[in-house]
């Protein structure tokens, strides 16, 4: 059995502030994850995931044209994206967001600014259910 | 519910508290010992201003932002790379601010919201140069000092307004 493991995946940061999408990059490749892109809105994220299978997409919630809840909510009705990681990094930080945005699929919620503790506990999340996906499918039917 | 003037303490020692952690977690520096002060003069023109507004029905309030250009360059280059980003100067430091003033917003809008309120915030944006309001009605005014890389202190001004609108007879 092989463990997820940060180093190999790919992951999608989404945020239409540079200073966010930089700080996030530099963390998780602290963490050893080579693979960091990086898109300021919606439609340069679609652009990148029709050619990339991201396994992690670190999405904004509110942007100037399409939110990132949106993106994800239709990414949740598409099959291609069900073992994709969707995180949301919102500086939105009631309840109410966070339970709508964990209902509608997201895999985590993280409250700006991001700490470098966080970041990590919340990539621990993301591997951790991407491991029950795999025990999931590894069961029998 | 307060009173929108009630809510002018406990409004401007949020944003104290938010802007020192934010500059914390964000750029690993203490501006801790923030203070009330005169309200936004003139300005520098080497001054990146941002705001943001939180609105609920007739009440709004709005924070502006203005950070020494100095400081913004010194924090993005100790941070990131500066000349590998390729963008202009000013564009580095406007989404900065704006950043800032996006999560400072959100934070007080939880905080009010939390007690009773239903405020909804727009996106923040770059502004010119902000005009003394030092004398403006339900205005509060706090003052930041920052250490730069270099030793020196640069300052951070936030200006709060809240205004009630009369109701249309």
Known sequence: MTKPNIAEMKVLVVDDHMLIRCDLERQLKGMGCAHVEQASNVKEATDKMAVTPYNIIFLDWNMPGKSGYHLMQQCRQDNNYDGTAFVIVSAESEERYIIEALKAGATSYIVKPVAEGTLQEHVNKVIAWMERRAEKARQPA | ?169
């Open chain 2, 1 to 169: 519910m307060d009173n929108i003037r009630d809510m002018k303490s406990f409004v401007s020692d949020i944003v104290g508290r938010t802007m020192a952690d934010t500059f914390d977690t964000m750029f690993g520096r203490d501006i801790s010992g923030w203070k009330s002060g005169d309200g936004l003069a003139g300005g520098d023109n080497q001054d990146i201003c941002s705001r943001v507004t939180l609105a609920q029905g007739p009440v709004q309030v709005e924070f502006r932002f203005q950070f020494a250009q100095d400081l913004l360059l010194a924090i993005a280059n100790e941070s990131y790379s500066i000349d590998t980003l390729k963008l202009p100067i000013d564009a580095i430091c406007e989404d900065m601010a704006c950043a800032v003033a996006n999560v400072v917003g959100s934070r007080v809008k939880a905080f009010l919201n939390g007690r009773g309120y239903d405020f909804e915030m727009d996106i923040p944006i770059v502004t010119g140069a902000q005009g003394d309001a030092s004398n403006e009605d339900g205005a509060a005014h706090l003052n930041f000092k920052c250490r730069t890389p270099g030793g020196a202190d640069a300052g951070i001004l936030v200006n709060i307004r809240m205004q009630e609108q009369a109701a249309r007879a």
